[in-house]
């Protein structure tokens, strides 16, 4: 039998669990409430006019810009690989590198990128590419020791071993594919589509050719992927359905 103490002690403890689901569940329903609260302007920008995506007919696209010498997209992808795995069927992401800075070497990544998207090597060395820069030092465009730009900086060849060891590509298949003119119009496409989302710092993300949005606008890196879900089902909901007979 229990004593008088215990008892007391019993229902404290149920209480305390009452009140814990209870306060666990109005966060949840506060957390779905603000996930209404996107405001447009504020969270995200409409991109006027549109752009074209590039997937196929009832697929939503989410494209993030970025490079692999952005620091700020070094921190970033774990999440776009989190936002990757997220994403519904119907949703498809799509990677464009930028090449705001010369100065640091970015058009050659943006370079490499198309050499390996064209090989079919992006896939499967996306994630590598940004720990040879940051990480291993391998395609590092700055001295770990004097924060100071390498010079020269890392070349298409540096990139060609990178992904001969990582791939077992030849680098001169590499190279030859780096300079060749379907890679010169994928970069010229790119810049172009950067231009026109109007996009002007890295990482951001643009959904279905429509919104723009960052780190900042959407509130932190898990609010990205919140925000991102919200406009898919958004523009999921906009797609027109097929007719039945």
């Known amino acids: 039998m229990r004593t008088r103490g215990e008892v007391q002690l019993a229902r404290k403890t149920i209480l305390a669990r009452v009140l814990l689901g209870l306060g666990l569940a109005l966060g949840l329903c506060a957390g779905a409430q603000a996930a209404t ?3 447009q302007g504020v969270n995200y920008y409409l991109i006027d006019p549109p752009q074209p995506t590039s997937v196929g007919p009832g697929k939503i696209e989410v494209t993030e810009v970025f490079s692999y ?4 997209c070094n921190h970033f992808y774990p999440v ?4 990757k795995a997220s994403l519904p069927a119907n949703a498809v992401l799509v990677l464009i590198p930028a090449a705001f800075r010369p100065d640091e070497d970015w058009p050659m990544f943006q370079r490499a990128f198309y050499a390996a998207q064209i090989l079919g090597l992006d896939q499967r060395t996306h994630d590598a590419m940004f720990d040879a820069v940051w990480k291993t030092g391998e395609l590092a465009i700055s001295d770990p020791r004097t924060q100071r730009l390498k010079v020269p900086p890392p070349g298409i060849q540096d990139a060609a071993a990178f992904y001969a060891h990582a791939t077992g590509i ?3 298949t ?3 594919t780096a300079n060749s003119f379907g890679v010169d119009t994928r970069m010229r496409q790119a810049d172009q589509l950067i231009k026109d989302y109007r996009v002007d710092g890295t990482p951001t993300i ?3 050719g429509k919104y723009r949005l960052d780190v900042q606008s959407a509130g932190g890196p898990d609010q990205v992927i919140a925000l991102v879900t919200w406009l898919v089902a958004k523009e ?10």
Request: with cysteine.
């Open 80 to 83: 776009v690989d989190r936002l």
């Open 37 to 39: 609260d996107w405001q």
């Open 206 to 208: 643009i959904v279905n």
């Open 236 to 245: 999921s909901a906009a797609v027109p359905k097929p007719s039945g007979r």
């Open 69 to 72: 010498a952005c620091p700020a």
């Open 170 to 172: 030849k680098p001169e």
């Open 174 to 176: 590499f190279v030859a």
